[in-house]
C-alpha cells in the first residue's frame, strides 16, 4: 500500500513550484472472470435517459447532436471523461458499460473508429482528463462513413498542431474506501508545435473488493427429486491496472495529417473464493493481462482517410479449486490463455458536391487469429487429467464496403443516409448483411429541432464465449462455452425533439434478433447450475422520454429526467423450457448542483437514481436506486480542483437476482458495500490544452 500515498504528496509538490512561477508570469462479463459467481452479467438494461443544461448548449448539424462539454460540465463535479460522457444527454452508466437509446453506444475520438470493452472502456477514459475534451457529437444511427453501426459519440478535441511550442500537462489523484481501498493515478504531457505535437499518458489504478452471496435454491431432477441448494459465498478480490498511451501528429498543411498511437495496458488481478453450505469449497485463481496497440493513421485534405492497426492480446489464468457436494469432490489445478493478433485496414473517401450534396464511400478489412487453450491437471504433481481440455486456433474475418449520400436542404432541413455490406467469415459461418442508416434533421427555429434516426447493428460475441470449454466455480456452478453463438441483428429507429435547446422529449423503439446473453439454468440431469450464452429469438424495446432543466437564480440548478418504457425478451428454445415475458417498467433520475460560493468557487452535487423492476432472460430484477453526493474545491485560479464525494449514500445499489420460471427456482442475493468515501485532487500546469487519444477494439477479448 506504499503507492497509496505516492501520488498526492507529488501533487503538492509540484503545484506549489508551478504556481509561484506562474504568478510571476495540469470487468468483465461473467465468463471472463470466469471462475467467480459474480453475475456480472446481469446488467439492469435501461433505456436513455436525456440530460440538458439549462442554457442551449446543443445544436444539430446533419444528423448529430453537438454539446459544448465545457457548458454543459461547468457545475458539475467532473475529472475525468468517463464521467464526462456519462453527463451527456441519452447516456446512462450501468455500471459494467454505458448505453444511449437503449443499446450499447460505441465512442470514437475526431471520427475514427472505437469500439471497447466495458473494463477497457470504463479504466481507459477515467484515466484520461476531461479538460481534453472540445466538445461532444452524439449519434443515435451513425453513418457508415465512420464505420461504426449503431449508437455513437464522437469526442472532438482540440488540434495540438498550430500551436507555438508548449508543453502542459496535468497530475491526478484519487483515494477512495468503501469495504477497502481503492487507488486512482494519472499523468499526462503534451507538447504542441506548429507542425507536430505528441502527447504521453499513464495511469494507475488499485483496488480490493469484497463480495458475498447468498444462494436459496430449490433444485428439481427429471426423476421428480428436490434438492435444497443453499450456500454462501464470500470472495475477496485484487486489482492492479497500468495503462500507457503515446500519440504523435505531423501535419504537412491544414487537413493534411499523419498521426501515429502505441498503447499498452498492464493488469494483474487475484481472487480468493469460500463457499459453504450445501456446497464447501475454496478457489483461489489469478489473471495476468497484456495489451499492445499500434495505428497509423492518415488523412488528406481532399476527403481520403485510409490506416492500419495491430492489436495483440494475451491473458493467461490459473485457478486452483478444491470443493465437495455432498459424496462429489472436486479437486484441480486448471491453466488458461487466450491471444489474439488483429489487424485492421481500412480507407474512405468524401467528397463535397454542388448544392450542398455530400458524398462517401469506403471499405475496412478486418483479420484475428485467436489462439487459446485451457488445461486441468492433478494439484501437486500437475498431471494432465483427461477431461474437459481446449486447445482452439480460431480466424475470422470480416469485409465491408460502405457509400452514403448527405444534403441540406436550405437552413432547415438536412439528411445523411448510408448503406454498408459486410461479410462475416469464420469456420462456421459464412455471411452478408446490410445495415441502412438514415438521420433526417428538421430545425423549424433557433432552439427547435426534430431529428428522426434509423439505424441496423451487429454485435459479435466474445472470443471466449464461442470456446467449446467448460469453467468451474465449484461442484455445483460451472460456465459453458457455446460454439454455435450466432452474432446479434438490432435495428432501432429513434424521434427526439428539442424545445428550446433545452427541454428534450424523445420516444425509441428498439428490436434486437438473435440477443446474445448469458443466464443461469438449473440442469435436471444432474445437480449443478450452468451459466451459458444463448441467442433469444429476440429482445424488444419500446420507451418515451422526457427531460426537464430548472434553475433558481444563480445557486440551483436541476435537471429532472422521466422515462417509461415497455420491455419484451422470447426465446422458444432455451434448454428444454421456453420464456417469452414482458414489462412495462420506469425510471427516474434527479441531478442538482447547488452553487455555495463563488469566492472560494466551492460547488454541491446531489443526485439520486431510481428503477423500478426489470426483467432478464428468466430473471427477475428488484427494483433499485441509489444517492450520491459531492462538494468541489477549485482554486489556484481554476488549475487546481480538490473534490469529496460519497457514492450510494445508502448502500442500495446491489441487487438480488430471482428466478421463478418452471422447475427453475434460485435466489442470489448478493451483499456488498457499494456505499463510498472519496477525495481526489488535480492540477494542471503549464496552460494546459491537451488532447485525447481514441480507445481500442478489446470488446471480444475474455
Same mark, same amino acid.
Given at each position: 500500500?506504499?503507492?497509496?500515498?505516492?501520488?498526492?504528496?507529488?501533487?503538492?509538490?509540484?503545484?506549489?513550484?508551478?504556481?509561484?512561477?506562474?504568478?510571476?508570469?495540469?470487468?468483465?462479463?461473467?465468463?471472463?472472470?470466469?471462475?467467480?459467481?459474480?453475475?456480472?452479467?446481469?446488467?439492469?438494461?435501461?433505456?436513455?435517459?436525456?440530460?440538458?443544461?439549462?442554457?442551449?448548449?446543443?445544436?444539430?448539424?446533419?444528423?448529430?447532436?453537438?454539446?459544448?462539454?465545457?457548458?454543459?460540465?461547468?457545475?458539475?463535479?467532473?475529472?475525468?471523461?468517463?464521467?464526462?460522457?456519462?453527463?451527456?444527454?441519452?447516456?446512462?452508466?450501468? $455500471?459494467? $458499460?454505458?448505453?444511449?437509446?437503449?443499446?450499447?453506444?460505441?465512442?470514437?475520438?475526431?471520427?475514427?473508429?472505437?469500439?471497447?470493452?466495458?473494463?477497457?472502456?470504463?479504466?481507459?477514459?477515467?484515466?484520461?482528463?476531461?479538460?481534453?475534451? /472540445?466538445?461532444?457529437?452524439? =449519434?443515435?444511427?451513425?453513418?457508415?462513413?465512420?464505420?461504426?453501426?449503431?449508437?455513437?459519440?464522437?469526442?472532438?478535441?482540440?488540434?495540438?498542431? $498550430?500551436?507555438?511550442?508548449?508543453?502542459?500537462?496535468?497530475?491526478?489523484?484519487?483515494?477512495?474506501?468503501?469495504?477497502?481501498?481503492?487507488?486512482? /493515478?494519472?499523468? &499526462? %504531457?503534451?507538447?504542441?508545435?506548429?507542425?507536430?505535437?505528441?502527447?504521453?499518458?499513464?495511469?494507475?489504478?488499485?483496488?480490493?473488493?469484497?463480495?458475498?452471496?447468498?444462494?436459496?435454491?430449490?433444485?428439481?431432477?427429471?426423476?421428480?427429486?428436490?434438492?435444497?441448494?443453499?450456500?454462501?459465498?464470500?470472495?475477496?478480490?485484487?486489482?492492479?491496472?497500468?495503462?500507457?498511451?503515446?500519440? =504523435?501528429?505531423?501535419?504537412?498543411?491544414?487537413?493534411?495529417?499523419? &498521426?501515429?498511437?502505441?498503447?499498452?495496458?498492464?493488469?494483474?488481478?487475484?481472487?480468493?473464493?469460500?463457499?459453504?453450505?450445501?456446497?464447501?469449497?475454496?478457489?483461489?485463481?489469478?489473471?495476468?493481462?497484456?495489451?499492445?496497440?499500434?495505428?497509423?493513421?492518415?488523412?488528406?485534405? +481532399?476527403?481520403?482517410?485510409?490506416?492500419?492497426?495491430?492489436?495483440?492480446?494475451?491473458?493467461?489464468?490459473?485457478?486452483?479449486?478444491?470443493?465437495?457436494?455432498?459424496?462429489?469432490?472436486?479437486?484441480?489445478?486448471?491453466?488458461?490463455? *487466450?491471444?489474439?493478433?488483429?489487424?485492421?485496414?481500412?480507407?474512405?473517401?468524401?467528397?463535397?458536391?454542388?448544392?450542398?450534396?455530400g458524398l462517401n464511400y469506403g471499405m475496412a478489412y478486418t483479420t484475428a487469429l485467436d489462439h487459446s487453450f485451457q488445461r486441468y491437471y492433478e494439484p501437486g504433481t500437475e498431471t494432465l487429467l483427461p477431461d474437459n481440455n481446449m486447445q482452439s486456433r480460431r480466424r475470422e474475418q470480416t469485409l465491408n464496403f460502405y457509400a452514403g449520400l448527405s444534403k441540406n436542404f436550405g437552413q432547415k432541413f438536412s439528411a445523411d443516409i448510408s448503406l454498408a455490406a459486410e461479410q462475416y467469415h469464420t469456420d462456421i459461418w459464412n455471411e452478408w448483411s446490410f445495415y441502412p442508416v438514415a438521420n433526417l434533421t428538421y430545425t423549424p427555429a433557433a432552439g427547435h429541432m426534430l431529428q428522426l434516426s434509423l439505424s441496423s447493428d451487429k454485435e459479435y460475441p466474445e472470443y471466449w464465449s464461442v470456446q467449446n470449454a467448460t469453467s468451474y466455480m465449484g461442484a455445483y456452478s460451472e460456465i459453458q462455452g457455446n460454439p454455435l453463438l450466432k452474432p446479434a441483428a438490432n435495428y432501432e429507429t429513434t424521434l427526439s425533439y428539442i424545445l428550446k435547446g433545452k427541454y428534450v422529449f424523445s420516444a425509441y423503439c428498439n428490436?434486437?434478433?438473435?440477443?446474445?446473453?448469458?443466464?443461469?439454468?438449473?440442469?435436471?440431469?444432474? %445437480?449443478?447450475?450452468?451459466?451459458?450464452?444463448?441467442?433469444?429469438?429476440?429482445?424488444?424495446?419500446?420507451?418515451?422520454?422526457?427531460?426537464?432543466?430548472?434553475?433558481?437564480?444563480?445557486?440551483?440548478?436541476?435537471? %429532472?429526467?422521466?422515462?417509461?418504457?415497455?420491455?419484451?425478451?422470447?426465446? &422458444?428454445?432455451?434448454?428444454?423450457?421456453?420464456?417469452?415475458?414482458?414489462?412495462?417498467?420506469?425510471?427516474?433520475?434527479?441531478?442538482?448542483?447547488?452553487?455555495? &460560493?463563488?469566492?472560494?468557487?466551492?460547488?454541491?452535487?446531489?443526485?439520486?437514481?431510481? *428503477?423500478?423492476?426489470?426483467? *432478464?432472460?428468466?430473471?427477475?430484477?428488484?427494483?433499485?436506486?441509489?444517492?450520491?453526493?459531492?462538494?468541489?474545491?477549485?482554486?489556484?485560479?481554476?488549475?487546481? *480542483?480538490?473534490?469529496?464525494?460519497?457514492?450510494?449514500?445508502?448502500?442500495?445499489?446491489?441487487?438480488?437476482?430471482?428466478?421463478?420460471?418452471?422447475?427453475?427456482?434460485?435466489?442470489?442475493?448478493? =451483499?456488498?458495500?457499494?456505499?463510498?468515501?472519496?477525495?481526489? +485532487?488535480?492540477?494542471?500546469? $503549464?496552460?494546459?490544452?491537451?488532447?485525447?487519444?481514441?480507445?481500442?477494439?478489446?470488446?471480444?477479448?475474455?
Amino acid at each position: 500500500m506504499k503507492r497509496i500515498s505516492l501520488l498526492l504528496p507529488l501533487c503538492v509538490c509540484a503545484w506549489m513550484p508551478v504556481a509561484a512561477q506562474q504568478e510571476q508570469q495540469m470487468q468483465a462479463p461473467a465468463d471472463s472472470v470466469k471462475n467467480i459467481a459474480y453475475i456480472d452479467s446481469i446488467f439492469k438494461e435501461l433505456p436513455e435517459v436525456m440530460i440538458t443544461g439549462e442554457r442551449p448548449i446543443v445544436k444539430a448539424e446533419q444528423g448529430k447532436l453537438v454539446y459544448d462539454l465545457p457548458r454543459l460540465l461547468g457545475n458539475l463535479p467532473v475529472d475525468n471523461a468517463y464521467d464526462a460522457v456519462k453527463n451527456l444527454p441519452g447516456v446512462m452508466d450501468l $455500471g459494467e $458499460g454505458l448505453m444511449l437509446g437503449g443499446q450499447e453506444v460505441t465512442v470514437v475520438i475526431n471520427g475514427k473508429v472505437t469500439t471497447l470493452s466495458t473494463g477497457q472502456l470504463n479504466a481507459l477514459l477515467k484515466s484520461i482528463p476531461v479538460s481534453r475534451i /472540445e466538445k461532444a457529437e452524439v =449519434m443515435y444511427s451513425a453513418p457508415a462513413r465512420y464505420q461504426v453501426r449503431g449508437a455513437m459519440i464522437n469526442l472532438v478535441l482540440a488540434s495540438g498542431t $498550430g500551436h507555438e511550442p508548449s508543453l502542459q500537462g496535468e497530475l491526478y489523484t484519487a483515494f477512495n474506501q468503501n469495504h477497502f481501498e481503492s487507488l486512482a /493515478e494519472r499523468g &499526462s %504531457l503534451l507538447y504542441s508545435g506548429r507542425k507536430f505535437s505528441a502527447d504521453l499518458l499513464y495511469s494507475y489504478s488499485y483496488d480490493r473488493d469484497r463480495r458475498e452471496t447468498d444462494k436459496e435454491a430449490l433444485h428439481t431432477l427429471a426423476d421428480g427429486s428436490t434438492h435444497q441448494m443453499d450456500m454462501y459465498e464470500n470472495t475477496i478480490s485484487r486489482n492492479n491496472s497500468h495503462q500507457i498511451r503515446l500519440g =504523435m501528429d505531423y501535419a504537412f498543411t491544414d487537413q493534411h495529417l499523419l &498521426s501515429l498511437v502505441y498503447t499498452t495496458a498492464f493488469t494483474d488481478s487475484k481472487h480468493n473464493a469460500t463457499v459453504t453450505g450445501a456446497q464447501n469449497s475454496l478457489t483461489n485463481s489469478h489473471a495476468d493481462n497484456q495489451l499492445h496497440n499500434t495505428k497509423l493513421d492518415y488523412q488528406t485534405p +481532399f476527403g481520403l482517410k485510409a490506416g492500419v492497426e495491430f492489436t495483440y492480446y494475451r491473458s493467461p489464468g490459473s485457478q486452483l479449486l478444491y470443493s465437495t457436494l455432498g459424496n462429489e469432490t472436486m479437486n484441480f489445478l486448471s491453466r488458461d490463455n *487466450q491471444r489474439i493478433n488483429q489487424w485492421r485496414f481500412y480507407a474512405g473517401q468524401e467528397h463535397t458536391l454542388g448544392k450542398d450534396w455530400g458524398l462517401n464511400y469506403g471499405m475496412a478489412y478486418t483479420t484475428a487469429l485467436d489462439h487459446s487453450f485451457q488445461r486441468y491437471y492433478e494439484p501437486g504433481t500437475e498431471t494432465l487429467l483427461p477431461d474437459n481440455n481446449m486447445q482452439s486456433r480460431r480466424r475470422e474475418q470480416t469485409l465491408n464496403f460502405y457509400a452514403g449520400l448527405s444534403k441540406n436542404f436550405g437552413q432547415k432541413f438536412s439528411a445523411d443516409i448510408s448503406l454498408a455490406a459486410e461479410q462475416y467469415h469464420t469456420d462456421i459461418w459464412n455471411e452478408w448483411s446490410f445495415y441502412p442508416v438514415a438521420n433526417l434533421t428538421y430545425t423549424p427555429a433557433a432552439g427547435h429541432m426534430l431529428q428522426l434516426s434509423l439505424s441496423s447493428d451487429k454485435e459479435y460475441p466474445e472470443y471466449w464465449s464461442v470456446q467449446n470449454a467448460t469453467s468451474y466455480m465449484g461442484a455445483y456452478s460451472e460456465i459453458q462455452g457455446n460454439p454455435l453463438l450466432k452474432p446479434a441483428a438490432n435495428y432501432e429507429t429513434t424521434l427526439s425533439y428539442i424545445l428550446k435547446g433545452k427541454y428534450v422529449f424523445s420516444a425509441y423503439c428498439n428490436y434486437t434478433k438473435n440477443n446474445e446473453m448469458q443466464t443461469l439454468y438449473q440442469s435436471p440431469d444432474r %445437480l449443478v447450475e450452468i451459466y451459458k450464452f444463448f441467442n433469444f429469438d429476440f429482445s424488444e424495446q419500446a420507451g418515451i422520454m422526457m427531460a426537464v432543466p430548472f434553475k433558481i437564480k444563480n445557486w440551483l440548478d436541476s435537471r %429532472l429526467t422521466a422515462v417509461g418504457l415497455r420491455y419484451h425478451q422470447k426465446d &422458444s428454445d432455451f434448454w428444454d423450457i421456453s420464456f417469452d415475458r414482458k414489462l412495462y417498467t420506469f425510471v427516474l433520475t434527479m441531478n442538482n448542483t447547488f452553487t455555495l &460560493s463563488t469566492k472560494p468557487d466551492l460547488k454541491l452535487t446531489l443526485t439520486g437514481f431510481y *428503477q423500478n423492476k426489470m426483467i *432478464q432472460g428468466t430473471f427477475d430484477l428488484p427494483r433499485s436506486g441509489n444517492l450520491n453526493t459531492a462538494l468541489r474545491y477549485t482554486f489556484a485560479k481554476g488549475k487546481a *480542483q480538490l473534490t469529496l464525494k460519497c457514492d450510494d449514500i445508502f448502500n442500495t445499489s446491489t441487487i438480488s437476482t430471482r428466478i421463478r420460471f418452471g422447475n427453475q427456482n434460485v435466489k442470489n442475493h448478493y =451483499m456488498r458495500t457499494t456505499r463510498e468515501f472519496g477525495i481526489s +485532487f488535480n492540477y494542471k500546469f $503549464g496552460g494546459y490544452k491537451e488532447k485525447k487519444r481514441e480507445e481500442i477494439d478489446t470488446s471480444r477479448f475474455k
